[in-house]
């Protein structure tokens, strides 16, 4: 199976919406709002999610499969798009550098997990934010070696995935959980590269 990824934006809208729709509108109709400053209020969460990627203010990696269906995601943005924090008094004890960047989200199509989907993402997202400029980027994710751990808390992906892609463990600031960061250089691309495609690649179950 051949997987392409691309950026989240006016263009792949419904590419993602069909997702999500597909996936139940991710734990019960989030829309990925979770980590944006409207969560929590009473909104359409997904007419929310649609205007902040309309506007530019949603920035997600997404994996494409060869019909042009979106089969999974990583979130990324800067700390005043992505203003929620996993763990936040924790976190607050003792704050890390702040961040350029984060990445707070990675779903994959219930159908098509164990595909190497969640790396493709997480890869496209770490592309994106280079050719972006580069930084500090920080995750806050559980170690799952040793024990099973539910789905439900590894929505930003597990801590052995990020540290494949370099991430290094900052602080623990829960049972499992962890802020994990990395630093982005700027990406050296011909002008016009910034577009649909940041990466292409051949994935085979």
């Given amino acids: ?3 392409s990824v691309v950026p989240l934006g006016p263009d792949t809208w419904d590419a993602f919406a069909g997702l999500v729709e597909r996936n139940n509108g991710i734990f019960g109709g989030c829309w990925c709002i979770g980590f944006h400053p409207e969560c929590g209020q009473r909104i359409d969460h997904r007419a929310a999610k649609r205007d902040r990627v309309l506007s530019g203010t949603a920035h997600a990696a997404l994996v ?3 019909d042009g269906l979106a089969q999974g995601w990583a979130q990324y943005g ?4 992505l203003s929620g924090i996993k763990h936040k008094r924790a976190y607050a004890k003792a704050p890390p550098p ?3 960047w984060r990445i707070t989200c990675i779903f994959v199509d219930k159908g098509h ?3 190497g989907i969640a790396r493709l993402a997480l890869e496209g997202a770490l592309s994106l ?5 580069g930084g500090r980027v920080e995750a806050i994710s559980e170690v799952t070696a ?6 439900r808390f590894l929505f930003s992906g597990t801590a052995e995935l990020l540290a494949e892609q370099g991430f290094e463990q900052v602080r623990q600031v829960g049972k499992h959980a962890w802020i994990m960061a990395r630093s982005v250089e700027p990406a050296t691309s011909p002008p016009g590269s910034e577009g649909r495609a940041a990466l292409s690649t051949q994935v085979h179950p």
């Fill in 1 to 3: 199976m051949s997987y």
């Fill in 129 to 133: 934010i280079g050719r972006a400029g």
């Fill in 78 to 81: 800067d700390p005043e798009e």
């Fill in 146 to 151: 040793g024990r099973v751990a539910q789905g």
């Fill in 98 to 100: 702040p961040p350029d």
């Fill in 64 to 66: 494409l499969d060869e």
């Fill in 113 to 115: 997990r164990g595909q």
